[in-house]
């Protein structure tokens, strides 16, 4: 064995470092044949080979990995953003006035993050034209921009960079503005005298529009879920057409934890469409505007229930509380779906129910039946008697009624048997018969190899009736001799 560098020929794939040099196989043709292995660092990235699965399956799983990581990335930077914004809300000008020291460095870091943020983005979409080239086996990038990747990454980034600045753009910045204690009532975010209304009116704007970055949170839930992580799903899912987008992984989700991720679903809303409501109607300085009032009417509202003692009082309140109303109505749907599907028998309930069923009323079908037969004979003996016209009547009517009985009865039970025929477990039935596919294959063999013995002994038989024939003709011929 012996250690060199390989240039690597054209239609072999490139090799980094040294290769070892196995000598003694041989090949087809009777040449030695030489194994080369890599000896480059192991955790090291190689460029991608055009026409190389190899390569490609391990550039697109590292894709994948650099994407999951990305999107966890880009989504601490967007929930930071916005915690920061909450904060700035509620403590300007509470604790700090505005323009300090204090809110021009919190609006700094949410523009920091607002900037990593499209950072952020930016390198995902990057990863995942990377992808996209791997996936279709392309060479030029310019391939998979598309009109819709690029309208859609335009908005994304025109979405991510949404964030207020007008506590820092406006006028008079940094010029003291009276000072407010906690008891006092509470100016709109961090703009309060009346100059500034139009910019007390964008920065409001802007901070409800920074909500929007939380569409980040399906992306992480579809990338970092076990269905696009398992081979499995992966591999059942091509071969049955079946794309894992955000919408199968949410019925997944909403087929194995109903109740869970509607309950999470429903206080996040909850919480987030207060304090906006909250933010909403500040500027009014309503009671709508206290955090523990804006709870109660989001509440009603999602509820759909409205008792009228709260009310919106601005234009962004009212859109709140209508989107509020909105979403009220699919959860309580969604809600319906979940709960009837959690009372619903399941086919082993249904069948022994169905069974019980069947059972009772058959019971209830022979006691009809006596009942009429003990109704005619009782009518035919009043008939005979001919002395009471009260009591043959009475016996009619008994008997009418039991007849009626008899055939609601039989008319319920058929409809029973009938939903119970409809209930045909698919399953069970395609078991069957591929028991008896596989019943019927094992008779053909069988039936194939009695013909052929059947053949063979066929065979046998000839050739002993050949000899014998052979043998009986020597056997005159002999004696033929013999009686000459």
């Known amino acids: 064995m012996e250690l060199n560098a390989r240039e690597p020929r054209p239609p072999e794939p490139k090799t980094d470092g040294l290769a070892v040099n196995c000598d003694g196989l041989a090949s087809h043709n009777g040449e ?8 480059s660092h192991p955790g090291k990235r190689v460029s991608p080979i055009e026409g190389s699965n190899l390569y490609r399956l391990r550039d697109r799983k590292f894709l994948l990995e650099d994407k999951r990581r990305l999107c966890a990335w880009a989504l601490g930077a967007a929930m930071l953003g916005i915690l920061l914004m909450i904060a700035h809300a509620e403590l300007c000008p509470a604790v700090y006035q505005p323009g300090s020291i204090y809110a021009l460095s919190i609006n700094g870091l949410i523009s920091v993050s607002t900037g990593c943020l499209l950072i952020l983005i930016i390198a995902f979409h990057y990863k995942d034209i990377r992808l996209f080239i791997i996936d279709h086996n392309q060479v030029d990038w310019r391939i998979a921009m598309t009109t819709n990747r690029v309208l859609g990454i335009s908005l994304e980034l025109l979405v991510c960079a949404i964030h207020p600045v007008a506590s820092y753009l406006g006028p008079d910045v940094g010029v003291p503005s ?43 839930i579809l990338l970092h879920s076990k269905v696009l992580l398992s081979a499995s799903y992966r591999s059942i899912g091509s071969l049955n057409n079946i794309n894992f987008t955000f919408r199968f992984v949410l019925k997944v989700l909403m087929n194995k934890y109903p109740a869970r991720t509607l309950l999470v679903f429903i206080m996040f809303f909850w919480l987030s469409a207060a304090w906006m409501l909250r933010l909403c109607e500040r500027q009014e300085e309503v009671n709508t505007g206290d955090m523990g009032t804006a709870l109660w009417l989001i509440a009603i509202t999602f509820l759909t229930v409205g008792y009228g ?62 009942n ?14 001919k002395n009471n016209n009260g009591e043959h009547r009475h016996h009619q009517r008994c008997l009418l009624e039991a007849i009626r009985v008899f055939r609601h009865l039989r008319l319920k039970q058929r409809k029973l048997r009938d939903y119970t025929s409809e209930m045909v477990d698919l399953s069970k039935m395609q078991m069957i018969m591929c028991d008896l596919s596989a019943n019927w294959n094992n008779s053909y063999r069988e039936l194939e190899q009695r013909i052929i013995s059947m053949e063979q002994k066929l065979d046998e038989l000839g050739q002993s009736f050949q000899s014998t024939s052979q043998l009986l003709s ?3 011929h002999r004696r033929r001799l013999d009686h000459r």
Not at 33 to 39: D, G, K, P
């Open 32 to 39: 030695p044949a030489e194994i080369t292995v890599s000896l």
């Open 178 to 220: 009276p000072v407010l204690t906690w008891n006092s009532s509470v100016p709109p975010i961090c703009l309060c005298q009346s100059q500034r209304h139009t910019w007390m009116e964008v920065e409001l704007l802007l901070s409800g529009l920074m909500f929007l970055r939380l569409y980040l949170v399906h992306r992480a």
């Open 309 to 370: 003692d709260v009310a919106p009082q601005t234009s962004c309140g009212k859109v709140v509380c209508l989107f509020t109303g909105v979403m009220g109505v699919a959860c309580t749907a969604m809600l319906v779906a979940v709960v009837t599907k959690k009372l619903a028998l399941n086919k082993g309930e249904k069948h022994v129910h169905f069974f019980m069923m069947d059972i009772q009323i058959s019971k209830e079908i022979r006691n009809a039946a006596a």
């Open 372 to 385: 009429v037969l003990r109704e005619c004979w009782l009518l035919h003996r009043t008939t005979q008697a």
């Open 474 to 476: 020597q056997a005159l």
